[in-house]
Nanobody, 121 residues
Framework: QVQLVESGGGSVQPGGSLRLSCAAS????????MGWYRRAPGKQRELVAT???????TYEDSVKGRFAISRDNAKNTVYLQMGSLKPEDTAIYYC???????????????WGQGTQVTVSS
């Protein structure tokens, strides 16, 4: 079994900051890419940021300069530091990990349960 558990969501005023965390646990052999998606009400899922095992990052254009993704490989944890938050950042944020489970002959994506981020005055 593999679990991804997110934390850190909540409500914040425009211009505020939040930090999301996502810890992977279970029968993990190796984790490759990790990242965050979000789904806003009435919109399609959107890739927010990704980070490779070596630390190379990518960002969706609307969050560049405001969000920062990082990871702690020793803790199998990925973080998303969100700053200068806007109402349009309101969404459910999901973390994912591209990983190889012990005893399974292929890599797969695993997902967290999602955490709500609400930006409103």
């Amino acid at each position: 079994q593999v679990q991804l558990v997110e934390s850190g969501g909540g409500s914040v005023q425009p211009g505020g900051s939040l930090r999301l965390s996502c810890a992977a646990s279970g029968s993990i052999f190796r984790i490759y890419d990790m990242g965050w998606y979000r789904r806003a009400p009435g919109k399609q899922r959107e890739l927010v940021a990704t980070i490779t095992k070596s630390g190379t990052t990518t960002y969706e254009d609307s969050v560049k300069g405001r969000f920062a993704i990082s990871r702690d490989n020793a803790k199998n944890t990925v973080y998303l530091q969100m700053g200068s938050l806007k109402p349009e950042d309101t969404a459910i944020y999901y973390c994912y990990a591209d990983l190889w489970r012990l005893g399974v002959p292929m890599r797969s994506d695993y997902w967290g349960q999602g955490t709500q981020v609400t930006v409103s005055s």
